[in-house]
């Protein structure tokens, strides 16, 4: 059974970095094929792709935001962190970690966390 | 930058046929995948590479790719299908979502 669980603060002020951790059971991160992906939506608008890191640690990014995101699998095995720097309001939104499954030239997500809303306020 | 794009909203009277489009350049040469996102909960993946549909997600669901268009097609619509629907496909490294449609069964 695939779980993924997003933790981080819920509070963050403009200018400031946000770190979410992705902590998921079921998978391993170092099978073929497999991948762990960052998803937001801010209130009442759509699903945005922030950035995808794979088993074999290639890491994808969106373009529109690529200069201020990292996804590293963290110190745990069963880990993936998610960084994105000079928070601003507009970035106000809940954020998901998701369980990424395809193959060449083809990325779904089959599992997906409960999502954490981060808010940046002052 | 790719773009998907989604009419907002689409209107079903129960029992009968539903069908959501997403339109992309050249969208029919990728692989599309659809999900179904209710209030307050996390998306739920309907459709994955353009026609298959993941273990426990109801045979009325089904999904077509060709041309410009994929599209999401529920047959005899139900209530419990009101929700916000999603298009996805990936292209040049990223991953791209449409802007979604609001599925109204009434």
């Known amino acids: 059974q695939i779980t993924l669980k997003e933790s981080g603060p819920t509070l963050v002020k403009p200018t400031q970095t946000l770190t979410l951790t992705c902590t998921f059971s079921?998978?391993?991160?170092?099978?073929?094929?497999?991948?762990v992906g960052w998803i937001r939506q801010p209130p009442g608008k759509a699903l945005e792709w922030l950035a995808l890191?794979?088993?074999?640690?290639?890491?994808r990014y969106s373009p529109s935001l690529n200069s201020r995101l990292t996804v590293t699998k963290g110190t745990s095995k069963n880990q993936v962190v998610l960084t994105m720097t000079n928070m601003d309001p507009v970035d106000t939104a809940t954020y998901y970690c998701?369980?990424?499954?395809?193959?060449?030239?083809?990325?779904?997500?089959?599992?997906w966390g409960q999502g954490t809303l981060v808010t940046v306020s002052s | 930058s790719y773009e998907l794009t989604q009419p907002p909203s689409v209107s079903v009277s129960p029992g009968q046929t539903a069908s959501i489009t997403c339109s992309g350049h050249?969208?029919?040469?990728?692989?599309a995948s659809w999900y179904q996102q209710k209030p307050g909960q996390s998306p739920v993946l309907v459709i994955y590479?353009?026609?298959k549909r993941p273990s426990g997600i109801p045979e009325r669901f089904s999904g077509s790719n060709s041309g410009n268009t994929a599209t999401l097609t529920i047959n005899g619509s139900q209530a419990m299908d009101e929700a916000d629907y999603y298009c996805?496909?990936?292209?040049?490294?990223?991953?791209?979502f449409g802007g979604g449609t609001k599925l109204t069964v009434l």
């Open positions: 998701t369980h990424r499954s395809g193959g060449q030239w083809l990325d779904y997500f089959d599992y």
């Open positions: 050249k969208l029919g040469d990728k692989y």
């Open positions: 996805q496909a990936w292209d040049s490294s990223s991953v791209v």
């Open positions: 590479q353009d026609t």
């Open positions: 079921g998978f391993s991160l170092s099978t073929s094929g497999v991948g």
């Open positions: 890191i794979y088993w074999d640690d290639d890491k």
